[in-house]
């Protein structure tokens, strides 16, 4: 909860759960399948706005 919040923050987040864009409450700007193992994982990559000066 408090991740989505983060305006401006870039977020790396690994994880197995498949549905994890849905709880997180919104869509990665980039995604990569790995494996750890024989697990699927994928990386999800949100890329934080530009700051204001």
Do not use: V
């Not at 983060?6 to 790396?12: F, L």
């Not at 197995?16 to 700007?29: L, T």
């Not at 697990?39 to 530009?50: N, P, Q």
């Amino acid at each position: 909860r408090h991740l989505r919040y983060a305006d401006g923050w870039k977020k790396y987040i690994i994880t197995s759960e498949p549905e994890f864009e849905h709880y997180f409450g919104r869509r990665a700007d980039k995604k990569r399948k790995l494996y750890n193992g024989m697990i699927k994982c994928d990386y999800y990559m949100f890329l934080g706005g530009r700051q204001k000066k």
